[in-house]
Each structure stands twice: as structure tokens, then as C-alpha cells.
């Protein structure tokens, strides 16, 4: 009999660093899924609530996951860190004439960046939270990529995920695109500390994206970047499910005399 790991549990004197070792200490136990199935379908867009019910699916199962499971996992098992964010961070590699990708979950505590995930390779997937920044840790993923004779060709960056298990709102997987092939070194830096900075400020204002609309606007660049900055959505906490024009005066109640029916 192959034993089955325990969900990890914590008393609430437990610190988070203690937390976030134990929670990967789970995901390392499951195993990594060499056998070519995929056995749990993961859709990205589906609200956070159906994530975390296949989330709850997995730990009864125990089957081995890959990465992006991995990330759903995560995700789970740390809703109950409050002061712990969470946000995925994807990898585009080259190697060999083909292109790989690669998924883990960047958390962010007391200031200090980290990740969980699981990989093939012991190097692209924990880390502990002792990054002062988030362009050391990227940095410290790209390095351990070259070791792995891999060039690293672009980096995602989604928004921290809400901590409320029963959300119905999406997680935002790509809000910063970088190109690494568009941007010096220290432009990348930049745009890793500008994307680090727009989390801080999104968390102080104490808002989450709203719940998705049916009907999503497509990506656009900034008119104030150029041609080789990259690509950067629109934060989804800054659209309105309406589709109308935030007012310049969020604090003042909108006029609904103004509105108008959009066709």
C-alpha cells in the first residue's frame, strides 16, 4: 500500500514561513505526474470557488499533479493565511528548438517574496519567502533555469488571488506580460517592481477584481509605453462589470440619470 500524505494543519501560533515549508513538504509527497495523463482537467477561467472544489478533489485522491495543479493546490491550502499573498508567476523557456512552460505561486510576506510549485527539476519550484523583492526572485528563477540549459523567453504575472474560498471571481492569471526578448535587463527589473507595485497598491485600497463578465474586453497596451515595453492588461480591479467608464470620484454615489443603455 502506497501511503497517502496528510493534509497539512496548523495551530495558529504556527508562523507562516513553518506554514508555506509544510505546505510543500505536501505537494513534494504527492509526486510529480510523469505517467503523460493529466487527472484532474483545470480550466483557468473557471471562478475561484470551482478551483477550490477540484483543490479539495485532489487532496482526497492523492494522485500525483503537475505544476499548474500544483498552483490550484496551493492556492487551497493557504487561504487561511491572510497576510500571506498569493499570485501565479508563468515561465516561457527555450530549449533545444522547443518551448516549454512552467507554472508556480508567488507569495509575498512581511515584504518577502517566495514560491510553491512542483517541478521535474528540484531548482523551478520552491523558494523560500526571503526575496526582498520580486525581481530577486524572478532573477533567482531565471538563473536556475539556465542551469537547466534553458534560455527563459517570457514571464507572466497575474494579480494576488482572493483568500475567500467561495469567490466567484476569476483568478487573473496574466495582468504583466514580459518579453524578454524586447527588454534590456534593466527594463525588465523595472516592470517586475512596477507589476510588484501595482499589487501593493491594489491590496491597500482593499479591493479585489469584481466577479468576471461575460464579455471580456480584449488586451491593450498602454498609449504611454512604446513598442518594445511589453504587453500589460488592464487591472480587472479597475473595470466595471457594466462596462461603463469608472466615475472619476469613486467615493461619490453614481448618478443613475447618467447612464445609458449600451448596444
Known amino acids: 500500500m502506497i501511503p497517502i ?17 509544510a505546505v510543500q513538504r505536501y505537494i513534494r509527497e504527492l509526486q510529480y505526474n510523469h505517467t503523460g495523463t493529466q487527472f484532474f482537467e483545470i480550466k483557468k477561467s473557471r471562478p475561484l470557488t470551482g478551483l477550490m472544489d477540484l483543490a479539495k478533489e485532489m487532496t482526497k485522491e492523492a494522485l500525483p499533479i503537475k505544476c499548474l495543479e500544483a498552483v490550484i493546490l496551493g492556492i487551497y491550502l ?14 516561457k523557456s527555450h530549449f533545444s528548438g522547443n518551448y516549454f512552460r512552467h ?13 510553491l510549485g512542483i517541478s521535474r527539476r528540484e531548482e523551478l519550484m520552491y523558494k523560500a519567502p526571503v526575496f526582498r523583492t520580486l525581481s530577486e526572485l524572478i532573477f533567482d528563477f531565471e538563473e536556475a533555469y539556465r542551469r537547466c540549459w534553458h534560455t527563459l523567453k517570457k514571464v507572466k504575472l497575474g494579480h ?3 483568500h475567500d474560498p467561495h469567490s466567484v471571481e476569476q483568478i487573473e ?16 527589473r523595472k516592470e517586475l517592481e512596477r507589476h ?13 477584481p469584481p466577479s ?3 464579455d471580456r474586453k480584449k488586451d491593450v497596451s498602454s498609449p504611454q509605453r512604446g513598442q518594445a515595453s511589453p504587453h500589460r492588461r488592464n487591472s480587472r480591479g479597475d473595470r466595471r462589470p457594466s462596462g461603463e467608464k469608472k466615475p472619476a470620484d469613486s467615493k461619490a454615489m453614481p448618478d443613475l440619470n447618467g447612464y445609458q443603455i449600451r448596444v
Open 103 to 115: 507554472i508556480v505561486l508567488g507569495v509575498n510576506f512581511g515584504g518577502r517574496y517566495g514560491a
Open 212 to 214: 468576471p463578465t461575460k
Open 196 to 208: 510588484a507595485r501595482d499589487m501593493r497598491l491594489k491590496i491597500g485600497k482593499g479591493t479585489g
Open 173 to 188: 492569471w496574466k495582468h504583466s506580460i514580459l518579453d524578454l526578448d524586447k527588454l534590456t535587463r534593466e527594463d525588465f
Open 5 to 21: 500524505p496528510s493534509v497539512p494543519t496548523f495551530q495558529p501560533s504556527t508562523p507562516i514561513p513553518e506554514r508555506l515549508e
Open 160 to 162: 494576488c488571488v482572493s
Open 78 to 91: 493557504t487561504n487561511n493565511m491572510t497576510t500571506l499573498d498569493r499570485f501565479p508567476i508563468s515561465f
